[in-house]
């Protein structure tokens, strides 16, 4: 029996199905909801966790996101595997905030995260739930920076991880998952296509499948994206939160952690409206929502250089479009082309080198504004998932090399000048 020290605050009181509404064991290693195949959602004791957590309590801890440990699902402090992930800026960029005529642009910094992504939220509580219910050997598809937190965070709680992503994922996805130890496995495929590998390598291995929305956790690191937007706020909530949406994970965990800041008290009953952003080479939750459907049908002939948002098919769709709907924000396209364009541009005005995804969700700014969506001074969250390097790099004219001889480079100052 683990000492009473090394007990957490958590307030985990049960697994939800989150269509059938049965309740499960929340110290069982599970998957999915079993009634349906759906998400199962991991529920709290609110009560408890109000009286726990307060303002006053958050604004002197330190350690990311493992400041709210009453909202979070790990029982004993010796499985929290960290490497130093959350509490991440949220920064105004003047300069395109400007170029774009939205002075009140924010973008939540993601990239500064260990694994340089978002995605190292999610692993973090999930790899360290599975270690502390006995996982010992996780598998995932990943279209990138899944794959490389998934190894890093499986690495650091000495845990066996195998990998498969598609043979056309960025190179510096799959270096970091080699060099993390973890088995990579490369498929002629899609993400959709890696996840039927990755759940027949379960079946037949016992690994536990850590694939998005496939297992309660993943989506309780995401939803701390959510708390730290309501504290980055001064607590309260943007007028409107722009996501490129892959699987949709950070979203369903934003919208879940909005209630629950409610409950404890901590924000109101406002919130802001939630613009999902995808690529027009794939797009099914975008259809799905300007069809009014409840599902979204699986995309054919998927086609984004942006890794992450190359998802065909997605779990977790109907949670996706219900928070989009509930929340009166929508679903945006945007034209391939525009993406890597908008990645330089980004860039060149100051915003930093960020990944095609995030470029993807400022491409839908300025539809959004000729549209109606959002206002200049409204404040706008848009969410920066990952550095730029680990996107597949654009295609820039390259300079030539200068020779190693002064006489040349005198010559290319004159130039220059």
């Known amino acids: ?20 509404g049965i309740r499960y064991d929340a110290d069982e290693l599970r998957s999915t909801d079993p009634a349906d195949g759906r998400t199962l959602l991991a529920r709290y004791d609110l009560e408890a966790a109000r009286g726990r957590l307060t303002r006053d309590v958050i604004a002197v801890r330190r350690g990311g996101l493992w400041r709210w440990e009453e909202l979070l699902p ?44 978002f995605k190292a939220r999610g692993m973090a509580v999930a790899v360290s739930r599975a270690a502390e219910l006995g996982a010992a050997h996780l598998v995932a598809p990943s279209a990138g920076n899944a794959a490389g937190a998934l190894a890093a965070y499986a690495a650091a709680a000495g845990i066996h991880a195998t990998v498969v992503m598609p043979a056309d994922a960025p190179a510096a996805n799959q270096l970091e998952v080699l060099a993390c130890g973890a088995r990579l496995i490369l498929l002629d ?14 079946e037949k291995t016992g690994a536990f499948d850590m694939a998005t929305l496939r297992e309660p956790y993943r989506v309780e690191g995401k939803k701390t994206l959510g708390f730290e937007l309501a504290e980055d706020f001064g607590w309260s909530l943007p007028e ?45 939750i975008v259809r799905a929502f ?21 998802v065909p098919s997605a779990l977790g769709d109907h949670l996706i ?59 706008v969250a848009l969410f920066d998932t990952g550095a730029g390097f680990k996107s597949e790099p654009p295609s820039m004219k390259r300079p030539a090399v200068v020779p190693n001889d002064p006489s040349a480079w005198l010559d290319l100052i004159s130039a220059l000048d």
């Open 1 to 20: 029996m683990a000492p009473k020290h090394d007990d957490t605050s958590s307030t985990l009181a049960f697994l939800e199905g989150s269509r059938s």
């Open 74 to 117: 790990v029982r004993r402090r010796s499985f929290i595997t960290t490497l130093g992930e959350g509490s991440t800026p949220l920064l105004p960029p003047a300069r395109l905030a400007r170029k774009l005529g939205l002075s009140g642009l924010h973008i939540k910094a993601e990239s500064v995260n260990p694994t340089g992504s």
């Open 189 to 202: 495929g899609l993400i959709s296509d890696c996840g039927k590998l990755a759940r027949l390598l379960g």
């Open 240 to 284: 409107a939160v722009v996501y490129p949406t892959g699987g949709g994970t950070g979203m369903i965990g934003m919208w879940k952690a909005f209630e629950e800041l409610e409950a404890l008290g901590l924000i109101g009953p406002a919130r802001p409206r939630m613009y999902a952003v995808q690529s027009d080479g794939c797009a099914p």
């Open 290 to 310: 300007e069809q009014g459907a409840e599902f979204a049908d699986p995309w054919l002939n998927a086609k984004t250089r942006a890794a992450g948002i190359r």
């Open 321 to 379: 479009l219900d928070c989009l709907r509930r929340s009166g924000g929508g679903a945006i396209a945007v034209p391939e082309a525009e993406i890597e364009a908008m990645q330089v541009y980004a860039a060149e005005h100051g915003a930093g080198y960020l990944c095609l995804e995030s470029a993807a969700a400022l491409a839908a700014l300025p539809v959004m504004r000729e549209q109606g969506l959002i206002d200049r001074d409204e404040r």
